[in-house]
Each structure stands twice: as structure tokens, then as C-alpha cells.
């Protein structure tokens, strides 16, 4: 696959959907915004582990309404908060997490979240694809955040041949302009979520049909396999 290859889904993708937003939110003004700072993109994305968007939303919400700042959640009973994010699922796990790296984050890091991938990665709960959301929504650093639906998508496209998240993260970082690594996310998540829906594509509706492997060889949209490897 070509990097002008790639340049033209994302084009095409992105004159379907708008710029997306971090878990949780969207750009379409339906939830109450929480600000886009790192501080609220990674307390959210924490949440939004192994969980749904609507999920995600009501638990920060609730989270956010009770502790407006870093400052206070590192300062709150790690069981009230289990106890605000119970709708994201995990609550002990997640609420003991959210405590935690907000407590290392204002004692080791000055209250700042930091920019670096390996930083980022020594925070509880904060694996690759969390960093890279942070990094990419909240500080514009582009990287590639690969989600299920990313990860999905592009190895149905071909656009990759991979098992794992973080080999289709390094694999779509090597055949994608750097300024372009950002909008993956943006863009494929929203696909994911209204055209190829996993276990379901429809293809007969989608825009990148004759740019993907897939879509080429199963004419009519329907049913296909959801997750590939
Ligand atoms: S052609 Fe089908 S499988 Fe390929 S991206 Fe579009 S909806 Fe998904």
C-alpha cells in the first residue's frame, strides 16, 4: 500500500464524517463538552476500556461533575470514584486507576500530564492506545490510536496484515505521512461505528469499497467476519 493510497481514504472518509472526538464525546454537540485537555482526554480514555462510547460518556460525566480537576481526583476516596465510573464497568479497577495516576501525576509530574509515549505508558491503566489518544486529541502530537475498530478496518481494507493492536499501530505508522497518523483514528472509528460495523459491513454503502480488500471481493454488503484475526 502506497502512503498516496492511504491519503485518499482518509480524504474520502473524512468528507463523510466529521473530525470525531475523544471517547466518550462527540463534535456534533449532544453531550455537555468537557474541555479537550490532556487531563480530561486521559481520564475518559481510561474509562472507556472494554466499554461503549454511551457507557464511557455517563461515567465521566459523573466523574467530572464531582471532581472538576486533577488536584481533587487525586485527593477523592478511591470507592466514591469507583462508585462515579461504575457505568464504564470495572469500577474498583478503574476507580483505584483514575485515583492513582492522578495522584502520581501531581506528585511526580507537577500536576501536567505528560506528552511522552513512554511516560505516558508508566501511568496505571495507560497503554498504547491510550497514550496515543492523549497524544493525538488533546495535545496534537499526530499518532496512530488503534482501536478495535482501527484495527478491524485496516486489515480488512489490506491496508495492514496484522494480529495485534500495536503491530497495526507501527504497521500503519510506517505507510501513512506522519501528519496524516492523527486522522486515522478520527476518521476509521466513525466508520466503524455507522458503515463497517463489525460483523455487518456495508459495503454497498461505503466510499473506499474499490481502495479495499475486502470490499472487492464480496459484492453486496452484508455479513462478514467482524474481526479478522
Ligand atoms: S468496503 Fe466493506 S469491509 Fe471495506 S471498508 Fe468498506 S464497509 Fe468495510
Given amino acids: 500500500m502506497a502512503s498516496d493510497e492511504i491519503c485518499v481514504i482518509l480524504d474520502r472518509l473524512s468528507g463523510e464524517y466529521d473530525k470525531g472526538a475523544y471517547p466518550g464525546r462527540n463534535s456534533e454537540g449532544l453531550n455537555p463538552e468537557w474541555p479537550c485537555d490532556p487531563f480530561h482526554v486521559l481520564m475518559a480514555t481510561i474509562l472507556s476500556q472494554r466499554t461503549r462510547d454511551d457507557n464511557t460518556r455517563r461515567a465521566s460525566d459523573?466523574?467530572?461533575h464531582a471532581y472538576g480537576t486533577l488536584?481533587?481526583?487525586?485527593d477523592a476516596d478511591p470507592d466514591h470514584v469507583a462508585e462515579l465510573v461504575?457505568?464504564?464497568?470495572?469500577?474498583?479497577?478503574k476507580g483505584r486507576a483514575i485515583v492513582d495516576c492522578c495522584r502520581i501525576l501531581r506528585d511526580e509530574y507537577g500536576g501536567e500530564v505528560p506528552s511522552e509515549t513512554e511516560e505516558l505508558l508508566k501511568l496505571p491503566m495507560v497503554g498504547r492506545k491510550t497514550a496515543a489518544c492523549v497524544r493525538s486529541y488533546a495535545m496534537?502530537?499526530?499518532?496512530?490510536?488503534v482501536d478495535t475498530h482501527v484495527h478491524r478496518i485496516a486489515n480488512l481494507m489490506g491496508l495492514v496484515d496484522t494480529t495485534t493492536p500495536e503491530a497495526t499501530e507501527?504497521?500503519?505508522?510506517?505507510?501513512?505521512?506522519?501528519?496524516?497518523?492523527?486522522?486515522i483514528n478520527r476518521?476509521?472509528?466513525?466508520?466503524?461505528?455507522?458503515?463497517?460495523?463489525?460483523?455487518?459491513?456495508?459495503?454497498?454503502?461505503?466510499?473506499?469499497?474499490?481502495?479495499?480488500?475486502?470490499?472487492?471481493?464480496?459484492?453486496?454488503?452484508?455479513?462478514?467476519?467482524?474481526?479478522?484475526?
Fill in 62 to 64: 459523573n466523574l467530572f
Fill in 187 to 229: 476518521y476509521m472509528v466513525r466508520h466503524g461505528q455507522v458503515v463497517c460495523l463489525p460483523n455487518r459491513q456495508r459495503c454497498g454503502e461505503c466510499v473506499v469499497r474499490e481502495l479495499c480488500e475486502y470490499g472487492l471481493t464480496h459484492r453486496s454488503s452484508g455479513t462478514g467476519p467482524g474481526i479478522v484475526h
Fill in 71 to 74: 488536584e481533587a481526583i487525586a
Fill in 140 to 145: 496534537d502530537i499526530p499518532s496512530v490510536c
Fill in 86 to 93: 461504575r457505568p464504564a464497568g470495572f469500577p474498583k479497577q
Fill in 170 to 183: 507501527f504497521a500503519l505508522m510506517a505507510i501513512t505521512p506522519e501528519e496524516r497518523w492523527s486522522d
